[in-house]
């Protein structure tokens, strides 16, 4: 598989910066990640995410660490932080760029330690992939903890990207997938990768699916646009 995000995050890094990545997905929308935006500082980003390494702590996974912006931050703060990525160009960025331990792994491959704070931001959650994967997601997460630990991610309800009725009603179309299945094409340089499934959840269905796990699922902040923090830990 062509690994488009490690191959443009590698070019940004050494100062090759010609374009950005393109997206095309299975809601008919054509849209681009601007690469400066994937190397932003703490200034630069969003609240929700702010607000998610405020509340880190102890030893630390930060889950599909593209360039290495969270875990750079937490090491200025002397964290002892790992950086997980599935695209070897992108942990081949993170060490460039200083970060000091990191692995090239997919998320479900990983079990080689346990962690105080599991970080899943920019909708880590959606590695997931699809609602029905979301249990066993969970479910190796809660694997990855060390007692009284935290999951950290913040999501999007899409509802938003549907047509709305003269009720206030959406018009979701009934096939029989949840509305917040996505599937994504990235494009870079002439050069596409192979279709992925990407879940985005509306709080609600996570606090459903956490309780039959027995996590505790707690709405930290909203965003401005139907984004949300959570924080997830295993009931006492």
Request: net charge negative; hydrophobic share 35%; aromatic share 12%.
């Amino acid at each position: 598989m062509v690994d488009i995000l490690g191959k443009a995050l590698l070019d940004y890094q050494s100062g090759n910066y010609t374009e950005d990545i393109k997206t095309y997905s299975s809601l008919d929308e054509e849209d681009s990640v601007p690469l400066p935006y994937l190397f932003r500082d703490f200034d630069e980003m969003p609240f929700l995410e702010k607000k998610a390494l405020e509340l880190t702590e102890g030893k630390v996974l930060d889950i599909g660490c593209g360039a290495g912006n969270h875990t750079l931050y937490l090491q200025k703060k002397e964290f002892e932080v790992t950086a997980l990525d599935a695209s070897k160009g992108a942990i081949e960025v993170c060490k460039k760029r200083g970060v000091k331990s990191s692995v090239h792994s997919s998320f479900l491959d990983y079990n080689s330690s346990k962690f105080d704070t599991l970080l899943l931001l920019m909708n880590g959650i959606g590695l997931a992939g699809k609602l029905g994967h979301l249990h066993a997601f969970l479910n190796h997460l809660k694997s990855l903890l060390l007692p009284n630990g935290q999951i950290l991610l913040d999501s999007s309800n899409i509802i938003y990207m549907f047509e709305q009725d003269e009720d206030g009603g959406f018009w979701v179309p009934n096939n029989d997938n949840y509305y917040g299945e996505v599937t994504f094409v990235m494009e870079y340089k002439r050069q596409k990768s192979q279709a992925f499934d990407w879940l985005y959840i509306d709080f609600t269905t996570l606090q459903n699916a956490c309780i039959a796990l027995d996590f505790d699922c707690e709405l930290v902040s909203e965003g401005e646009h139907y984004d949300y923090l959570a924080k997830l830990s295993l009931k006492s």
